[in-house]
């Protein structure tokens, strides 16, 4: 009787020690399938244009995940930029840079790039040097990007290309579209000084043929600057068409961060 008891008591606590065991895989295994659903939910909604679903999903894969977290900033700052909300997609695409292995790098630089590529174009009218600067740091974001994660003829190598090629040229037709302004401003200051000249004394009209050949050669010069003028004016509505076209719908170029992981 003794012995069928210690048995049973001994059987009942090895149950007990199982039931904890078992209780505990589930949970852990419930935190793992969780995590993993909304790593994946984020890659799944904003495949479908469901660019604040895929943003929640992000921020509970950040507050449930220690490891691999940079997942879950790229993929936040990727929905974010989708959607316009380009300052704090800056935030989390540079968090992700700062943590993400070398191999997936050169994913956030492009998606951050590009961000960096839209903050320049929303205060180029305001602030030329600032956009200037934002130009810059895009296209050094892409420069500084490890050759392990971009091996030639790779698809990373040839949106950095694109990307690069993209930036390039709207800060050239930025910085012509400047300097047609300041060449403008230039020329209407000459021409007002030159109004002034004019009316000050009559008398400089009856001056000697020599003083006729230098206004002639200044009317060339004018020409020249009236000319050169024109053809940075022309460069700046290239760059304001070609950006234009690259905007949302557009078919001249990207209109949207690279999907998440």
């Given at each position: ?71 879950g900033y790229y993929n936040r700052g990727t929905a974010e930029a989708a ?65 392990e994660c971009q091996p030639k003829k790779s698809e990373e190598k040839q ?101 998440p992981w």
């Open positions: 009787m003794n012995r069928i008891t210690a048995t049973w008591s001994k059987m009942r606590r090895l149950t007990r020690i199982n039931l904890i065991i078992g209780f505990a895989l589930l949970l852990v295994f419930g935190y793992v399938a969780v995590t993993a659903y909304f790593g994946a939910a984020s890659q799944v909604r904003y495949s479908s244009n469901d660019f604040p679903g895929a943003k929640k999903a992000s921020t509970a894969f950040l507050t449930l995940s220690p490891i691999q977290r940079h997942i959607v316009g909300d380009f300052e704090a997609a800056q935030g989390d695409l540079e968090s992700a840079l700062e943590i993400t292995p070398v191999r997936d790098e050169c994913a956030v630089r492009i998606n951050l790039s590009y961000v960096y590529e839209k903050l320049a174009d929303e205060v180029a009218d305001q602030d030329p040097d600032q956009s200037d600067e934002l130009y810059d740091r895009s296209l050094k974001t892409l420069e500084d990007a490890p050759e949106k950095s290309n694109e990307a690069k090629e993209r930036v390039e040229d709207k800060k050239k037709g930025q910085q012509a579209k400047n300097e047609g302004s300041d060449s403008g401003d230039s020329d209407g200051s000459e021409g007002d000084e030159q109004q002034n000249g004019e009316s000050g004394d009559d008398s400089k009209k009856d001056q000697g043929s020599g003083e006729g050949d230098e206004k002639s050669d200044g009317s060339g010069e004018k020409s020249e600057q009236e000319k050169k003028r024109e053809e940075l004016k022309k460069r700046a509505e290239d760059s304001e068409r070609e950006q234009q076209q690259q905007g949302p719908g557009g078919d001249g170029g990207r209109s949207a961060p690279d999907k």
